[in-house]
């Protein structure tokens, strides 16, 4: 039978493993793992060897590739779970977003179902599967597809636009940003008002220098406009929710409206 507590536990459970991963806490991970877990991840082998030992062993080979310091943004979005008194399941779309060591940036969606087994009066998964798509045509992993995407967006589509400038900003990528922002930019905001191209650039680029991690809380395209509400985090610990409405044309932004909304106290914050 199918129970709510059961199922809120488990909700509680993978909201305790998103913030463990974004503060890189990989012990508080492997707590939800019982010891004989079976693993199918998306990166080889085939299969691991079963135990919460092999967990332990692809979260440190995958905390390796961080850069050292810099957010670490990551989100279970999506997830579905149903349980009764003693077996459950769960499955989800996992985000993360995180500066790579090789100056890069990780910005990657893939599926998860986990199997949930209740022993003791405690949950532990029993059985993880991630996996990503792949295009059958060249045999590729599709890892950089976002939800709602077969095979990516036109590039000069104006979702697209808007996730490439925020993607420029956490890349320092300044090449890319002068690309997207037309010639007749205008930009406004609570401090600015309808400032041109090169002020906007005077002004908001140095705020590349802080290493932002933009989650996209809510993405919504009429034409050539798109809000997109987001929430950011900075290397000094900021931690913010904006609302933008952009508008773009031929594949760059001309106006921008950011309308401020909600910062968050990060403890060891100054701000």
């Known amino acids: 039978m199918i129970t709510a507590s059961s199922e809120a536990l488990i909700g509680r459970l993978l909201d305790m493993q998103a913030y463990a991963v974004r503060h890189r806490d990989y012990e508080n991970v492997l707590n939800s793992y019982a010891d004989e877990v079976a693993v199918f991840d998306i990166v080889g082998p085939l299969e691991y060897p079963p135990g919460n030992e092999s967990v332990r062993a692809r979260l440190e080979e995958w905390s390796r590739t961080f850069a050292e310091t810099g957010p670490v943004s990551f989100e279970i979005t999506g997830r579905r779970i149903e349980a009764g008194d003693h077996i459950g399941f769960s499955d989800s779309l996992n985000h993360v977003r995180a500066p790579l060591k090789n100056g890069e940036m990780l910005d990657m969606f893939w599926r998860e179902t986990l199997n949930w087994r209740k022993s003791n009066g405690m949950w532990k998964i029993v059985h993880a599967h991630s996996s990503v798509p792949f295009d059958p045509g060249t045999g590729m992993a599709l890892t950089t597809l976002k939800p709602g995407e077969t095979k990516g967006e036109d590039a000069a589509s104006p979702a697209t636009v808007v996730r490439r400038i925020l993607q420029a900003y956490e890349t320092g990528d300044r090449k890319t940003a002068e690309s997207l922002i037309g010639p007749d ?34 993405l919504a395209v009429i034409g050539e406009e798109v809000f997109a509400c987001y929430e950011c985090r900075t290397k000094d610990n900021r931690h913010f929710r904006n609302t933008e409405l952009i508008r773009v044309k031929d594949g760059r932004i001309t106006n921008v409206e950011v309308f401020f909304g909600l910062t968050v106290q990060v403890p060891g914050s100054s701000y």
């Open 185 to 218: 930019f205008r930009f406004t905001s609570p401090q600015d008002d309808h400032i041109d191209r090169t002020t906007y650039f005077n002004r908001c680029w140095p705020f590349s220098e802080l290493t932002p991690v933009y989650d996209m809380v809510k």
